[in-house]
């Protein structure tokens, strides 16, 4: 039955591009293709700014792409799509109306009659567990039950298709799990009134429990390049040992993209190859990772989804810090796991100065735009240069704002590694210690 059944939705070789500010043009997504079939849950799994919201607004027809396309029970999206809901992050609610008017304000389009419209508000908010909330205002609620008047704005309309955006990743551990294993139980009880879910998150775990197949999405540009099937029956359990080999699993899939991505690109870009988007990662974070990594029980090993929720860290906190260990070679990642390099052992375990020195020492030899930026200080006279020389340098291979995202990850290592001093106030570099 269900494989005559003309799929949900279906993305095609789609693409979106932006305009840059100094022209060219931004890619965010390239060639993306997906399925979703009736009755299942797909996870989307990517970093931030990886497309996965414009993905989204795509789909729901709430923008076009540049290329490729969507269509939805076989008819092409064009417009904003009946039969498509979303649930985002966070809601906006109207504060002056009531849990039971900010839901009937989903059904506003639909033009109802005004029972329907009561009892099928009505009917959404027993479901998701609001029963007795509604006459109350959203400043009386906690933030979940806030987030649950979202969900009901979407179900209202019985939409055959939910997109969700991250709904999870605003609420407190507790909170978000409840209303995941709220949300799943309805779900696997037939009881909602939809067809298939897209979710979008870029935590692993949770991809893990809600999703019978997660697709991982690249970033620069954005799209799928793996799909990994989630063959365990709903409840689902954490400590499932199957549950765990997938977990990890994926970390090893998502690790082994980014050494492939950043080697190349190291020297990708002709003449000086600076540049690179470098992620703002504070040296106390590095620091942290690689004493943690170099420390008992590691010793100088570890297991990534392990050392993860050792650290409390999410994916999009922990692989730019990797990432960074990687760049300055003070570690490597194989099969899911982070191995210091004899630098990285060493710099755990020397004190700040010879850690100083050895951070400009890495800085020099594997970030170009640090080497560039020092040898303009070394060659000029007064050893100075304003800070729009080096931007505007960037800016012809990048954004304005990833140009500043390089710009002030560049001066932060500098500053530990007293490799050049940067002035905020008069925007100017300088030596700090002039050869
Ligand atoms: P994600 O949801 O995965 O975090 P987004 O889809 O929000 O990623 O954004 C992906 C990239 O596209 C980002 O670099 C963002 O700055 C860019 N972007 C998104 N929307 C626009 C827009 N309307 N104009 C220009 N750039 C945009
Ligand atoms: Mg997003």
Redesign the pocket.
Known sequence: MESTSPALLDVHGVCRAFPKAGGGELVVLEGVDLTLNQGEIVGLLGR??S????L?RLISGLARPNGGGVTYLGQPVDGPARGIAMVF?SFALFPWLTVLENVELGLEALRLPPDEIRTRALAAIDLIGLDGYESAYPRELSGGMRQRVGFARALVVHPNVLLM??PFSALDVLTAENLRTDFLELWSEGQLPIKGIIL?THNIEEAVLMCDRVLLFSTNPGRVVTEIKVPLRQPRDRQDPNFAALVDRIYVEMTARRTDRLAPKLDRIPGTGFAMILPEVPVGLISGLVEAVSAAPYNGRADLPEIASDLQMEIDELFPVVETLQLLRMAEVEGGDIKLTETGKRFANEETDERKRIFARLLIRYVPFASHIRKVLDERHSHTAPKSRFVDELEDHMTPDMAEQTLRAVVSWARFGELFAYDDDTAMFSMENPA
């Open positions: 931030s700014g497309g996965k919201s414009t989204l992050q955006d991250e979008v």
